[in-house]
């Protein structure tokens, strides 16, 4: 597995992001890092450049446990459109609270969140290393199926159609 990204987007900056800031570090157990607008939304009221989102990575066994939370989350059970053509797995989870371990919080509230799942072979890390870069065969890159069997072997995650 390469990596999982945890993003939760709340569409303003200011009191709002900080909470959803606190709830995302609760949930991962690391620092969530704010991203900002790319460009500005009138009708939403979103300056390019303004802090909107946050976004956690995980790696390695801190990934793991948390994908096991997040899955009980959506009760082990995934529709077969998250799964995309390179291996690429993304669901959300519509309350934070929703994960096995989390108390809420009247002072925080409730966020939904986005969950990214990469995997990825070893021996991928040639592509994108600074020094002697080199390209990735097809055959090493994972594919729709075999990201089914893993989440499904791994995880006990039902796969269904949607």
Known sequence: MGKVVVNIAVGKSGETLE??????????????????????????GIRKGEPIACISTLRGGKAEEFLKKAFEAVRNRLPSSAF?????????????IE??????????????????????????RVKRRSVKRSKVGKGHLV??????????????????EG
Request: charged residues 30%; hydrophobic residues 35%.
């Open 84 to 96: 995309d053509e390179l291996g690429n797995i993304s669901f959300g989870v519509k309350e934070h």
């Open 99 to 124: 994960v096995p371990g989390t108390k809420y919080d009247p002072n925080l509230g409730i966020y939904g969140f986005n969950v990214h799942v990469t995997l990825e072979r070893p021996g991928f």
């Open 19 to 44: 909470k959803a800031m606190k709830v995302l570090a609760e949930l991962t157990g690391c620092k969530p890092c704010p991203r900002k607008a790319k460009k500005t939304i009138k009708t939403f």
């Open 143 to 160: 594919n729709r199926e075999e990201a089914l069997s893993f989440i499904k072997n791994r995880f006990g995650v039902e796969v269904v």
